[in-house]
């Protein structure tokens, strides 16, 4: 019977059963590559899209901040705005003080204005003293010569100033107080430098 089945010799049938063996090959090798080349089709995906998708998320995390920054600051300008509008009262004080300083100020400035001008309680030795600043060595010995020179330069030029003021209040004026004074300025000058 073994002899049989094999002899027999169907071209058709043995066609058949070779084109029925291809086909469940080839099924067997699809079914069996199958997942492998998902997987693999899947890694290639991954692999081109996952870097791009980083990148993304990335820049989405640092839009996120950036607007919760802005967020922030919006608040605060808010904050600030109604605090200035708080701050009416205060800023409309400040304003009529201001107001009041410069009207007190003017009126100094009349009143100063109106006022006869007087000579100034300092002598020119002492205004020109007091911008020009010098270090000089310790002069022990010189000390009382340049004081005593001070007082005199000083008595001078009062005197100076109390005969011309004579001199201006008195229209008539005499000829001795008016010699006196100018010479004694003009030696005191002369010495000086």
Known sequence: ??????????????????????KISENMHIIANEPSLAFYRIQEHVRKVIPLIVDRRAEVVQLQQDLQGKCYDMEYAIGAVKDIEAADDSLKNVQELLKNAIFLKQQLKYVESRRPKR???????KRLSAHITLDLPDLTDFSGVVRETTNRVEHMMSQARNSNSNINNNSTGTASTTGAGPTELQ??????H
């Open 1 to 22: 019977m073994n002899k049989n089945m094999t002899t027999v010799k169907d071209p058709e049938l043995h066609a058949k059963v070779k084109k029925t063996t291809e």
């Open 119 to 125: 000579d100034s309680n300092s002598s020119v030795y």
């Open 187 to 192: 030696r005191s000058y002369t010495t000086l």
